[in-house]
């Protein structure tokens, strides 16, 4: 009995470990952008890239950082009376009055549905008080975010401004930061918006002109660009077997296609990876520690098949006192560290917490904790490695 179970457990594992990865990683998908990138969105790390950091007229998309800046203003309830100015935008339009009043909400979606010039102008105006108010408005952003290589110059990415550019990588940061909105990700995902008009025997009716929503089933949002110039840009998400995916092209005449094909060869190519549950870690084998340290969070990451040999962790702790255990007021918060690293680039530095005291997340960590935890390495414990495959 014995001698029939262990072959048949050895085809069990095999078939499930062939079924967890895929059977070997397509070629790079050929783009026919000038510059393009493929980023996994809760780690940043960026799967495909081309011409990435290339700085380039961006078009409509800019209109991700005029949503978000909107979004986050708190006036979305606001009603916004539009200007002639705002009126007379050029390019793509909702066709808005002078002094007709609309909430501010609607204005974020026409904008982000139709892409709507008039509609970018009068958020602009009434979030940050005049064009130029906004555009620093947005510039501020911009570095908060990390994008770098951008300069936001006006709120709907016309080529009005020879100073007005971007990157493939800072958009894909940007659209990021956005994606973690949850009011973005709503109005993003938006096929169809009705908006009341007061006064009038019809609403407007606007349907997104992202394409990529009706043409792959995995869509998430996203968002057009074009003018003369700048050609075709696009920003698109997908969602499929818990990663989410963030792709961006610039100047690209078959933007759809090329999207879909990233999409397709990032999923395939690629797993999101759990390196570390949170809760208990149980390698950790210290007298005194042993059964008493955790994390505060999981971790994963996007890994193709072959690099699952090439991760390594390693944990740091505090030395225990000489009566070989914490009291609860002396106990550091964090007590250790926990790092993760794919070849030679670290991908994760977390913090962790002994036997279940209070977690304090890393974000609200004092500039004087920060300190002292780098000054107390000096009485860490040895290192230990972990070769977690």
């Known amino acids: ?37 493929l980023m996994e969105q809760s780690s940043g790390r960026v799967l495909y890239g081309r011409n990435e950091h290339r700085p380039m007229r961006i078009a409509s998309i800019t209109k991700i950082m005029t949503a978000i800046i909107a979004i986050e203003s708190g006036k979305m309830h606001d009603t916004v009376t539009i200007t002639e100015h705002a009126a007379r935008t050029e390019g793509s339009s909702l066709y808005l009055k002078p002094g007709e009043k609309i909430p501010l909400e609607d204005l974020v979606y026409g904008l982000m549905l139709r892409s709507g010039n008039d509609s970018a102008v009068a958020i602009a105006e009434h979030v940050g008080g005049s064009l130029e108010g906004f555009s620093y408005m947005m510039n501020q952003k911009a570095e908060e975010i990390g994008m770098k290589h951008t300069r936001f110059r006006n709120p709907h990415g016309l080529d009005t401004h020879e100073d007005h550019y971007s990157t493939a990588y800072d958009m894909a940061l940007l659209t990021k930061y956005a994606m973690n909105n949850d009011t973005f990700k709503d109005v993003s995902s938006t096929k169809v918006y009705r908006s009341e008009q007061t006064g009038e025997k019809w609403d407007r009716v606007w349907r997104n002109k992202n394409k ?8 998430t949002g996203g968002k057009t660009g ?3 110039r700048a050609k075709r840009t696009l920003v698109s998400t997908a969602e499929k077997d818990g990663m989410e995916l963030i792709a961006v092209t610039l100047n690209d005449p078959d933007d759809w296609e090329d999207h879909r094909n990233l999409f397709e060869w990032g999923f395939h190519s690629f797993k999101m990876t759990e390196l570390i549950k ?18 505060a969070r999981t971790f994963s990451y996007p890994l193709l098949k072959e690099e699952m040999k090439e991760i390594s962790s390693s944990i740091d702790l505090y030395k225990l006192p000489k009566s070989g255990k914490w009291e609860d007021e002396k106990v550091p918060k964090p007590v250790g560290r926990y790092f993760i690293d794919l070849k030679d680039t670290r991908i994760a530095d977390l913090p962790l917490y002994y036997d279940g005291k ?32």
């Not at 499930?16 to 998908?29: C, D, G, N, T, W």
């Not at 929503?213 to 995995?218: A, G, P, Q, T, V």
């Not at 107390?376 to 290192?383: E, S």
């Open 1 to 37: 009995m014995k001698q029939t179970i262990k072959p048949l457990l050895l085809v069990i594992i095999c078939t499930l470990i062939f079924a967890v990865f895929p059977q070997e990683a397509k070629a790079e998908p050929g783009v026919s952008a000038k510059a393009a990138v």
């Open 212 to 219: 990529m929503l009706k043409l792959y089933s995995n869509s």
């Open 226 to 228: 074009y003018t003369k």
């Open 278 to 295: 949170e809760g208990k870690i149980s390698s950790i084998k210290e007298k005194g520690y042993k059964g008493k340290v955790e994390a």
């Open 358 to 389: 209070t977690l304090i997340k890393p974000a609200q960590e004092s500039l004087w904790t920060s300190f002292k935890n780098m000054l107390n390495k000096l009485f860490f414990v040895a290192k230990e490695e972990t070769r977690l495959w």
